[in-house]
């Protein structure tokens, strides 16, 4: 035996390693065999490498599913530290903020109608009762799209300080607003503190304010009432307006149109003299009918003279001179009332004229009285028409604050928040399953 140290001095190393790592193969080859053989242990291997030892739990004795390891360390799960920064941490805050820092906001409530005198006076049908429950729930859609538009923003904004109510120092920095805030973002504000509602079947606007005095709230909803009447007012007449400016224009053309057949007419009549071509006919009919009666008893008296033999008297010369006279005179007058066509004077052209003239008037005079009774009847219509807003539940004070809920809304805020908390953990449980 060679115990000698000297002597291992100069062993060559290169001898001894090589035995070495073949007995520790050997040996890690052995551990694997007999591990997978057992079932205690899963071994992954990449090539000499052992990569990953991972323990297997026997299986129960009934049978099933080993159970999951339990977790010694420290740390709490994943689960539960999300749980209590996306549910509990913001349901905490929620009970503070309701509980301690949320101003009391106070709710006047106004219920007010669009209605019209055709609506009150329809009530011959159903369908023209139905006609009428879908004009009313019309206007009542104006009037709250008006309600929640710039338009009342800027007509309110010449009466009252609107904004100075939302944003009052007295309020919590959650619920005021600034107030120096843009038109589009107070707008969007306004919406929420400003609430309509329209029944479809009656029309009836229930109208709610929100501010943070009682009588903000009460004055808010007055004031929005009033600039309501004004906006239907103007609709109304704007609607009258548009309905009988036709007829009023056609009542101004057949005025204008009877007024110069009227000038026409009495032109006319100054120019010849008369009033009507039928009563100086009527008048020279009478003259000539003297005249012709006047000149038979002459003619009748030549004739006696005449058989007398006496036709060289001077009695039988003045009554010839007489009888030529009224002859001269039928003759005139015989003229003047046929007369030949270049004749102006007579009495036949100008009750041709006259008769032209007095139609184009009665013509006129019927086209005016229609449209005078056209523009009445579109008139009465119109007023018929005519919108107005009937107030039935004005606006009050409220006593107490029905705004912030200060325990429902934190139990909602934390059903909310545990529902979204749970969907995103299903989610997430969904997708590492996936994984493995």
């Excluded at 749980?83 to 219920?111: C, H």
């Excluded at 009919?285 to 000149?295: M, N, Q, T």
């Excluded at 009847?377 to 807003?389: D, G, H, I, N, S």
């Amino acid at each position: 035996m060679n115990s000698d140290p000297t002597n291992r001095k100069n062993v060559p190393t290169s001898g001894l390693r090589e035995p070495l790592s073949e007995t520790l193969v050997r040996a890690k080859s052995s551990l694997v065999s007999k591990l997978r053989n057992t079932g205690a242990l899963r071994v992954r291997e990449s090539g000499s490498k052992l990569i990953e030892v991972e323990p297997e739990l026997p299986a129960p004795a009934g049978g099933g599913h080993p159970s999951p390891r339990t977790q010694t360390s420290g740390k709490l799960p994943f689960s539960v530290v999300s749980f209590i920064g996306f549910v509990i941490v913001p349901f905490l805050a929620s009970i503070v903020y309701f509980a301690f820092i949320a101003s009391d906001q106070y709710i006047a409530e106004a219920r007010f109608a669009v209605r019209s005198l055709a609506e009150d006076q329809a009530k011959d049908g159903v369908d023209t009762n139905i006609l009428s429950m879908s004009t009313m729930s019309q206007d009542g859609y104006v009037v709250t799209s008006f309600i929640h538009s710039t338009e009342i923003l800027k007509r309110l904004g010449k009466s009252i300080d609107y904004r100075q109510m939302f944003s009052l120092d007295s309020a919590d920095f959650l619920s005021r607003i600034d107030k120096s805030e843009s038109t589009e973002e107070f707008l969007k504000y306004w919406e929420k503190q400003v609430s309509t509602y329209v029944d479809g079947p009656s029309g009836i606007i229930t109208l709610k304010t929100r501010t943070f005095s009682p009588e903000d709230s009460r004055q808010l909803a007055s004031m929005i009432i009033r600039e309501s009447e004004s906006l239907i007012n103007e609709l109304s007449v704007r609607a009258q307006r548009d309905m009988t400016a036709r007829f009023a224009d056609e009542v101004q053309r057949s005025t204008e149109n009877y007024r110069q057949a009227l000038a026409a007419l009495n032109e006319f009549q100054n120019t010849i003299g008369f009033l009507t071509p039928e009563a100086r006919a009527t008048e020279t009919g009478s003259l000539l009918v003297g005249l012709l009666a006047r000149k038979l008893d002459l003619d009748t008296r030549l004739f006696v003279l005449k058989e007398s033999k006496a036709e060289s008297s001077p009695a039988r010369q003045q009554l010839v001179l007489a009888s030529k006279n009224l002859e001269d005179q039928i003759v005139k007058l015989r003229k003047e009332l046929a007369g030949g066509t270049r004749n102006d004077e007579n009495i036949a052209g100008a009750i041709k004229t006259f008769a032209h003239l007095e139609t184009d008037r009665r013509v006129a005079e019927s086209l005016y009285e229609a449209s005078q009774k056209n523009l009445e009847m579109a008139q009465a219509e119109a007023t018929r028409k005519a919108l107005y807003v009937v107030v039935f539940v004005p606006p009050t004070v409220p006593e107490e604050s029905l705004y912030p809920h200060r325990w429902s809304s934190p139990l909602l805020i934390l059903l909310a928040l545990s529902v979204a908390w749970v969907t995103l953990a299903l989610i997430w449980a969904s997708v590492e399953d996936h994984r493995l």
